[in-house]
């Protein structure tokens, strides 16, 4: 059944960066509305997953007048011995934004999260909130956004649970030289029973036009856990990326 999701995934991202390269190409009077981008590296993890992996993520970004579309993609994956996973976690979300004055937006999230090695099969979560755009310089770019909604948590032992959240999120970028990037990203989403809090830093070094390296340190944080189970996951990843 694990081989079958991670050769879903595979298709699905392959998918999207041939559909967002065939856009691309239409274009030619305005500018691209379609920007994707594929990475692929080495993952060392700590906390409920102790091993060293390979991490495969992907993004496809969709502008178009007053609204802009984001899909993203994550797997993870390490098999050892006779194909003995040790490692296995999915992530898929999708967010719509809507502009409504030069800086200030309304947006749609839902999000989808399934690791095997955490105490949950699945963790689900759906969100509408408000996003401003705090900074808009030519090299520094800062968005906050605020919202409210729900998540469905199905544990390994349990009935399924369903709660209220409310979710607050920065988005920080600063260009910091033509070459190199620095981005960090957090959000909490706060429910009745538990918080999960993420964090994701990174620096970017561009190679050339379609590649680049990037080193990116990231948190996950479940504030109620069984016993066994720690709270804090952290991945520190080295991966190349091809950007379409």
């Known amino acids: ?59 496809v970004i969709n502008t178009r ?30 967010k719509s934004e809507y502009t409504f004055r030069r800086r200030s937006y309304v947006y749609g999230l839902i999000t989808y999260d399934d690791d095997r090695f955490s105490s949950f099969d699945y963790i689900a979560t759906g969100i509408l909130g408000y996003g401003r755009v705090v900074m808009d310089r030519e090299n520094l770019k800062l968005n906050l956004e605020v919202g409210a909604g ?47 809090s993420r964090s994701l830093t990174a620096l970017s070094t ?4 379609y590649l680049s390296s990037r080193i990116a340190y990231q948190v996950r944080y479940t504030s109620e856990v069984p016993p066994g189970i720690e709270n804090k996951d952290t991945e520190l990843t080295f991966t190349l990326v091809a950007k379409y």
Request: net charge negative; charged share 30%.
């Open 1 to 59: 059944m694990y081989k079958k999701k991670w050769f879903g995934l595979v298709l699905f991202i392959t998918a999207t960066q041939l559909i967002a390269a065939e856009q691309a190409e239409e274009q030619t009077v305005k500018k691209s509305l379609w920007n994707s981008e594929a990475e692929l590296g080495l993952v060392k993890t700590t906390g409920n997953t102790e091993t060293e992996t390979f991490l495969l993520r992907a993004k």
């Open 65 to 94: 007048e007053k609204w802009k579309h984001t899909v993203r993609g994550e797997a993870l994956r390490n098999a050892e011995g006779d194909d003995v996973v040790t490692a296995e976690r999915y992530f898929l979300s999708g």
């Open 150 to 196: 729900g998540r469905q948590s199905e544990p390994e032992i349990g009935e399924t649970n369903n709660e209220t959240v409310g979710r607050a999120a920065g988005d920080f970028q600063w260009k910091i030289s033509k070459s190199a990037t620095f981005t960090q990203e957090l959000s909490t989403d706060v429910g009745e029973d538990k918080s999960i």
């Open 206 to 209: 561009k190679i050339n036009s």
